[in-house]
């Protein structure tokens, strides 16, 4: 397949967080203004900060929704010297908003940063990029070192590197990373017991998250709520790509019609869905895109925000081979530690792929929900079930086709280009469509 | 009053440490299935008192150690 170039230049419709003239610390300063953090420990200060984000409704943005202000109470009860992680890995293949932000605006980030480890009273921060995303980490590395020149880094900020995997990402794969070099998720029985690195307790936000952290740090709130709707307050970064003439980042309100916001990105054609959410998210049919593109409606459509992600599935396009690559590249990027992940993702996968080409097979569809139910659940991280996810949806959207396909009727869209993004190193990427 | 909580226990399988012996499906076919891979799936309703000896044995003889009992509150 040939390797989507995804422009972001020029493109972002600025509404907050792309609002930034430059990268530079005075023109940040110049855009948002000047964010005091006190330096020593500041319970009252803490407190109004950490009731802001509570009160302001920001959920995570790296794809479990998490609130935000939750993360810290946890932590402040621990009683023991936490980090504050910034997760910026961005593992999605077609995920861009991390390094966008840590590109356009690598102070609003750090901002948020350090105001999460001054709420929590931690005294380091921990920035993780991706080993393949050099753009990002030149950009994060140089934003920190202007900030410790200029005097205005109030605690140690380091940058690190881990591997680029999918699943690396997975907030108890980074943590085990950060803690003994091996990106691997970990079984988390009850998730508001914080992770441990060297038996300190670190929170981990994404860098998105963080980035409205900082703009609710300065303007409270109120300002946050303005934007979105009650239940999902606020802005948030949409990478668009596929059948849009100007594919990239954009912020937009939580609740904009889906529909809107490819339009915005310069859709001019029929769709036959719309990959919502990533790689573990869910199709969305083209009678439900004026969903509005927040998290209760697109559930109600079936469908998921995930990490801001929207694909435009082009007519003619089919969507049961882009599951089926989809699966096949997922299946890949599984840690290889619980067998219904390593044995379960490869089979349903090649079922797919079965499906895809049309090879006529009575009880294939039979056999893709079973192996479904079978992998549901049954992995100490949620990479599985994204998958299944993906898959049931792709067998609901794409109803009628995959009946069609299963009864060796496979539509001419099997034979068109794939386009979604894979890594260049994936075995997907290197198959030829 | 005074309301006695009585302790169960349920089964519950490390998906990680797990390397598909199949010890647990053996010992206790009341509660564990076997998926086509070899994996346990694992009723995790609270156990009857008249599993329990069996589910004990099943942790124990499990090599991975990946066969797991657990506390739950339960009113029966």
């Avoid at chain 2, 309703?45 to 004990?56: E, G, Y």
Wanted: aromatic residues 4%.
């Amino acid at each position: 397949m040939t390797a989507m170039t995804m422009e972001t230049t020029d493109r972002q419709v600025a509404v907050r967080l792309l609002a930034g003239t430059g990268r530079a610390l005075v023109d940040h300063t110049a855009t948002f203004g000047v964010l005091t953090i006190p330096s020593e420990n500041d319970p009252a200060w803490a407190t109004l900060i950490s009731e802001a984000v509570s009160a302001s409704g920001l959920l995570g943005r790296g794809g479990a929704g998490f609130p935000s202000a939750a993360k810290w109470n946890a932590v402040r009860r621990s009683g023991r010297q936490p980090t504050v992680v910034v997760n910026a890995m961005e593992g999605e293949p077609a995920s861009r908003k991390d390094r966008t932000l840590l590109s356009y605006a690598p102070h609003l980030v750090l901002d948020g940063a350090e105001v999460a480890a001054a709420v929590i009273g931690a005294s380091e921060v921990v920035v993780c990029v991706a080993h393949d995303n050099e753009t990002a980490a030149v950009a994060v590395t140089h934003a920190v070192a202007e900030r410790q020149r200029a005097g205005a880094a109030r605690c140690k900020i380091s940058v690190v590197r881990p591997p680029g995997r999918y699943v690396t990402g997975e907030e108890s794969a980074l943590v085990s990373w950060l803690g003994r070099g091996a990106a691997l998720p970990t079984v988390r029985i009850d998730k508001s017991v914080p992770l441990e690195v060297a038996r300190r307790p670190v929170v981990v936000h994404n860098a998105e998250t963080l980035s409205q952290v900082a703009l609710i740090a300065r303007h409270g709130p109120d300002r946050f709520r303005r934007l979105g709707t009650p239940e999902a307050p606020g802005s948030t970064l949409v990478t668009v790509s596929g059948a849009v003439r100007s594919p990239g980042v954009y912020e937009v309100e939580l609740g904009t019609p889906v529909i809107d916001i490819l339009h915005r990105a310069g859709l001019d054609s029929e769709l036959s869905g719309a990959l919502l959410g990533g790689y573990g998210g869910a199709w969305l049919a083209p009678a439900l895109l004026a969903t509005p593109f927040a998290p209760a409606p697109l559930k109600a459509a079936g469908a998921t925000l995930g990490v801001g992600i929207i694909i435009a599935l082009p007519a003619g396009s089919c969507g049961l081979s882009e599951t089926a690559r989809i699966a096949r590249y997922m299946a890949g990027q599984s840690a290889g530690q619980c067998g219904p992940c390593v044995y379960g993702l490869p089979d349903i996968a090649a079922d797919l792929e079965w499906l895809a080409t049309g090879r006529t097979d009575p009880r294939l569809l039979e056999r893709i929900q079973a192996r479904a139910s079978a992998i549901e659940g049954r992995g100490a991280c949620r990479h599985p079930d994204g998958v299944i996810r993906l898959v049931r949806s792709a067998l609901n959207v794409f109803a009628d086709d995959a009946k069609a396909h299963a009864d060796g009727r496979p539509c001419r869209g099997h034979a068109a280009p794939t386009v979604m993004t894979f890594p260049d190193d994936s075995a997907v990427a290197r198959r030829p469509s | 009053m005074i309301t006695r909580h009585r302790v169960a226990l349920r089964a519950r399988v490390d998906p990680v440490a797990c390397d598909a012996y199949g010890y647990c499906a053996e010992i206790l076919p009341e509660r564990v299935t076997l998926d086509e891979w070899g994996y346990p799936i694992i009723d995790g309703a609270p156990l009857d008192a008249d599993l329990v000896d069996l589910a004990t044995r099943a942790a124990a003889e499990c090599p991975r150690r990946a066969f797991l009992l657990e506390r739950v509150a339960s009113d029966r």
